[in-house]
């Protein structure tokens, strides 16, 4: 079955480390996002990519860093220079062609608190 | 901007229906979806609109109003596990991505 993984669910991290979450697709998406969700708040977009080799800043893009090197993987580092990182990081993809209906397909999440 | 409003939290008796609204700007306008997420799970796709009118899936149903920037959800039969945030999204020509709302907390209670 197609789906979008997201590894790991839960993440712990001390001050001052980075780390890396995965999200592997194998839907044949083109596109990818990397959303954060803090309690009472909408999803807001950190990074996305439309095409291999290439993403664009989202919205709250500072502290955090993105690779694209293949289709179905869109890993995000959250470097020691984001402040505040604890959240619920949520990763999705979509087929081009907006106009059909095609909305996103999420993954399910990972938790990441900072010790 | 892509202003997404929808009100916060609302309360309802089990079997009971509920409306939730969502307004946005009209400008550029390409679809609306409305997801669910329950609490730390990923947003799950419940529909699509992108012409005017009503949308019916099961309990759930949708309504769009293009001409006045509007959509609701329509949740009858309220059960347990409809308890979740239900999130607007709407698609806008040009843009790569998705505008959400901030989502509305429904709380189910016996």
């Known amino acids: 079955d197609g789906g979008i993984t997201q590894s790991p669910k839960y993440l712990f991290r001390k001050e001052g480390q980075n780390v890396t979450l995965s999200c592997e697709q194998n839907l044949n998406h083109d596109a990818m996002y990397w959303y954060r969700q803090d309690p009472g708040q909408g999803l807001r977009l950190i990074y996305y990519?439309?095409?291999?080799?290439?993403?664009q800043k989202g919205d709250i893009a500072e502290g955090y860093s993105v690779s694209r090197e293949k289709k179905e993987s869109f890993p995000l580092t959250v470097t020691s220079a984001q402040k505040n990182p604890t959240a619920f990081y949520l990763c999705?993809?979509?087929?081009?062609?907006?106009?059909?209906?095609?909305?996103?397909?999420f993954g399910s999440g990972t938790r990441l608190t900072v010790v | 901007g892509q202003n997404i409003d929808q009100p916060t939290e609302m309360t309802a008796t089990e079997g009971a229906i509920v409306q939730i609204n969502c307004t946005y700007q009209t400008s550029g306008f390409n679809g609306l979806f409305w997801y669910q997420q329950h609490a730390g799970e990923a947003p799950t796709f419940l529909s699509y609109?992108?012409?005017?009118g009503l949308e019916e899936k099961g309990r759930f149903s949708s309504f769009l109003s293009r001409s006045k920037g509007y959509s609701y959800l329509l949740l009858k039969e309220l059960q347990m596990k409809d308890s979740a945030s239900y999130l607007c999204a709407v698609n806008y020509y040009g843009n790569n991505r998705l505008a959400f709302g901030k989502g509305n907390q429904v709380v189910v209670i016996p």
């Open positions: 609109n992108v012409l005017d």
């Open positions: 990519s439309q095409i291999v080799n290439d993403f």
């Open positions: 999705a993809s979509r087929a081009t062609g907006m106009e059909s209906g095609y909305g996103y397909t």
